[in-house]
């Protein structure tokens, strides 16, 4: 069966700094391209970064970008997020999911989704 685990989440300080991991089982994880996404205050889920199949190319959601980084240990078929100088609108639970395709900033591209992990930011 299909699987995407996250973990890695916890409460912070507005400053800190704080990386995710999702584990991905029963596909072909170094097939596809991989997203995090994060959902907030009952708003629809944004686009926080994405990578192609191997991890060569990069994208990420502008209120986030120079400040998150995403990369990827197929190997170990593990996708991470590593996150600096977190800020309090950064908080929500975060998501990572599967696309087939080559990666997007929409969701209704991915196939496959984790059930998140809480990352909440104090002032």
């Known amino acids: 069966q299909v699987q995407l685990v996250e973990s890695g989440g916890g409460l912070v300080q507005a400053g800190d700094s704080l990386t995710l991991s999702c584990v991905g089982s029963?596909?072909?994880?170094?097939?596809?391209?991989m997203g995090w996404f994060r959902q907030s205050r009952g708003k629809e889920g944004v686009f926080v970064a994405g990578t192609n199949w191997n991890g060569a190319s990069t994208f990420y959601g502008r209120s986030v970008k120079g400040r998150f980084f995403i990369s990827r240990d197929n190997a170990k078929n593990t996708l991470y997020l590593t996150m600096r100088n977190l800020k309090p609108e950064d908080a929500g639970i975060y998501y990572c999911?599967?696309?087939?395709?080559?990666?997007?900033?929409?969701?209704?591209?991915?196939?496959?989704w984790g059930q998140g992990t809480q990352v909440t930011v104090s002032s």
């Open positions: 029963g596909f072909t994880f170094g097939t596809y391209a």
């Open positions: 999911a599967a696309d087939s395709g080559s990666g997007s900033s929409s969701g209704e591209e991915y196939e496959y």
